[in-house]
């Protein structure tokens, strides 16, 4: 009886034994790490990560928990890291997409399309993108919303900035200095209108701004009184 026992302790501890020496063998390290990257803005974190694993088991790595630790960066929309082959692992990442600059105590950060800032001014190429001015994400998105109605005319090409002044006074500042006043509730009709009014007029006049939150347009010009 004694020895019966003997040996299936014997035996149990070869069946254990034997996978975890298996699973320690060199041919589980990690010798080729491709990364697929969407974003330059990645590359030092990107390297970094390719650092921490190197040359690490497979078996001994949480790939989930690297995942989530990623994902705290704001820079960063999503991230994979999955196995290819023995000794070989992808690491994709999506990184966030620059879509409007705006200002936060004098600074000038990134800002994607839902307004959230995830990065400062130097740490992306400089683009021709409008500056969204809001004082919090809120104000920001009914800013992004008047920006998202005009995407599809020209008069979006000359949109220097935007900036939320008080409920319904919303400035959209154009290249050349001309100011439109609106609102959330303006409906595209009026800035078509607007953009042609606009078109036809800086070619023979200078215009100080164009009020479009009312029935009635209201043009002001340089020099005018009122």
């Known amino acids: 009886m004694i020895l019966r026992i003997g040996i299936l302790s014997l035996v149990i501890y070869i069946f254990f034994l034997i996978p975890e020496k298996f699973l320690n063998l060199d041919y589980f390290k990690i010798t080729k790490i491709n990364t697929i990257d969407n974003s330059k803005m990645l590359q030092s974190e990107l390297t970094n990560l390719t650092k921490k ?14 995942e989530n630790f990623y994902r705290k960066d704001l820079r960063i929309k999503d991230i994979k890291i999955q196995n290819d082959s023995l000794g070989k692992i992808i690491i994709t990442t999506e990184g966030k997409k620059l879509k409007y600059y705006t200002v936060d105590n004098n600074r000038v950060f990134l800002m994607n399309e839902n307004g959230e800032i995830f990065g400062y001014l130097n740490e992306s190429k400089r683009q021709s993108l409008p500056f969204v001015i809001g004082k919090n994400r809120e104000e920001r998105l009914e800013i992004i ?13 000359y949109v220097s900035q935007i900036t939320k002044i008080k409920e319904d006074d919303y400035r959209i500042t154009l290249l050349d200095g001309v100011k439109l006043k609106t609102r959330p509730e ?7 209108i607007v953009e042609s009014l606009y078109s036809e007029i800086r070619n023979h006049e200078k215009l100080d701004y164009i009020d479009l939150r009312f029935e009635d347009y209201i043009i002001k010009y340089i020099g005018d009184e009122k």
């Open 53 to 66: 694993i190197y040359n690490k088991k497979s078996t001994q790595i949480n790939y989930r928990e690297l």
């Open 145 to 157: 919303e008047i920006l998202d109605r005009i995407s599809q005319l020209q008069i979006i090409k």
């Open 186 to 192: 303006v409906e595209l009709k009026k800035y078509k």
